[in-house]
């Protein structure tokens, strides 16, 4: 490895690769990193931590209604968009100094420029279009996330992405988004939250697809209860015209919506354009992920790729997860492998998700006999805030085992709740062992370890 300038050379320095980069410096390797962007990747400057930030912001109009029911009078309070994004600016530019700082103190050398493949060792170098020099690494690791999906019609230059979202000069009073996915109902709830009219447009059945179906349909039902115009089994948009100042979307169906911004959250697919994979053969799938084994390795075997490039989970934590497996396994000497089952997840619509283990419908796929226990109450919080919002807490046992398969929960503090349960679930708890813990009562999560009858087997197959 002394014949190489680095003994791992990091392609992207989101959370996977800023992770990994740590790791294998404190195993003794040499390492180097290259991004052409900010350090902390879509989860700190463009994902998870302004989206929360911005979530936060959302549900202040709610908590100061629900205020009065307490005894509060908020009076004169008012909003200002600019504001709000400076201050998120100026948080994620902190983080961003902190994950700088990591790389620093475990003597990992960062370089900022876009790096390119030109064989299986070796980098080039660019930025702003003009090589600024080649780097030799005995590994190589691909860790470049993924990037919003954009369609291809007229008027496309008009419409933004997540991305953009962030960086809003001004709050659109109305905006128009297409998608039904958890980042498209999030912002449409961000958006609603802060006074926006938000028109959601999704050509299929429900959103969240591959969520269990009671989440599905509870947020929906409570995003319309707050004022989003959700369209489900929508017309998608054929075209984008700008007119005196607004936009003017057009349906395949020729139905119009007049709006002052559009915005597409139609999916993400992996950032692998223009980093030579297929000049070394590097192997891809049809949507650009980079093939991997167990062990991270793509189909040269010196070069390995982790994180939402491969297209498996896409979740940050699943990321940092796989680049510790991959440190331990090439440079600590202990072989480790990444266990994708039972993953938690939130999503941050309002009300938000939770969620561990199998929807329904793959345990009935995968199982032959299972129950089903549902609880469906209004939280405790809104009895004098006079919210009418929902919480919904589902458990999924396999009866042979009465092992608990998958807990889903939509509601306040849903994630918070979930990420305790999902130590359960990892643990393979049954459900005799979470009727036996006792409840913290008054609590939403205690319906967790109280639901005692299932639901009827012939409501179950009614459903």
């Not at 990994?20 to 350090?39: F, K, P």
């Not at 046992?397 to 709740?417: F, K, Y």
């Amino acid at each position: 490895m002394a014949d190489y300038d680095y003994d791992l050379f990091i392609i992207g320095a989101g959370s996977g690769g800023v992770r990994a980069a740590r790791m294998a410096s404190t195993y003794g390797a040499r390492v180097g990193i290259a991004e052409e962007s900010r350090v902390g990747g879509t989860c700190v400057i463009r994902g998870c931590v302004p989206k929360k930030l911005l979530v936060y912001a959302s549900q202040f109009a709610e908590e100061f209604a629900w205020a009065e029911g307490y005894g509060w009078s908020v009076e004169g309070a008012s909003f200002h968009w600019a504001s709000l994004i400076a201050r998120k600016d100026a948080e994620i530019d902190r983080l961003n100094g902190l994950y700088l700082q990591t790389l620093r103190n475990n003597n990992v050398t960062l370089h900022e420029a876009r790096a390119e493949l030109a064989d299986a060792h070796t980098v080039i170098l660019t930025r702003n279009g003009h090589e600024t020099g080649r780097v030799t690494a005995d590994k190589i690791l691909i860790a470049v996330g993924g990037w919003p999906a954009m369609v291809n019609i007229p008027g496309a230059e008009h419409a933004i992405t997540s991305n953009e979202a962030f960086h809003l000069k001004a709050q659109p009073k109305r905006i128009v988004i297409a998608g039904g996915g958890y980042i498209a109902c999030e912002f449409a709830g961000i958006f609603n939250g802060l006074g926006s009219h938000v028109v959601q447009l999704y050509r299929s059945t429900q959103i969240l697809r591959g969520f269990d179906q009671d989440i599905r349909d509870t947020v929906a039902a409570e995003m319309r209860k707050k004022g989003v115009d959700l369209r489900v089994e929508s017309p998608v948009i054929e075209r984008i015209d700008k007119r005196d100042g607004d936009l003017l979307v057009t349906l395949v169906d020729g139905s119009t919506i007049e709006t002052d911004a559009v915005m597409f959250a139609i999916g993400r697919a992996p950032n692998t354009q223009g980093l030579g994979l297929e000049t070394v053969g590097v192997e891809t799938n049809d949507v650009g992920a980079v093939l991997v084994d167990e062990d991270f390795r793509s189909s040269v075997p010196n070069i390995f790729a982790l994180g939402d490039v491969t297209d498996r989970i896409q979740l940050t934590p699943v990321a940092i997860a796989e680049a510790m497996a991959f440190a331990a396994t090439q440079f600590g000497g202990v072989p480790t492998f990444m266990d994708y089952r039972d993953v938690p997840s939130a999503v941050f619509t309002q009300p938000p998700v939770g969620t561990c283990g199998l929807p329904e419908h793959e345990a009935r796929d995968l199982y032959d006999d299972i129950d089903i226990y549902k609880a469906d109450f209004r939280p405790m919080k809104h009895t004098l805030g006079g919210a009418s919002e929902r919480t919904m807490m589902k458990l999924i046992v396999d009866r042979q085992t009465d092992r608990v398969l998958g807990a889903h929960m939509v509601g306040l503090d849903a994630g918070e709740i979930i990420q305790g349960i999902g130590v359960a679930i990892k643990c393979g708890a049954t459900k005799a062992q979470f009727d036996a813990t006792v409840a913290i009562h008054p609590t939403a999560a205690e319906e967790f370890v109280t639901m005692r009858t299932p639901v009827p087997r012939l409501k179950q197959a009614a459903e």
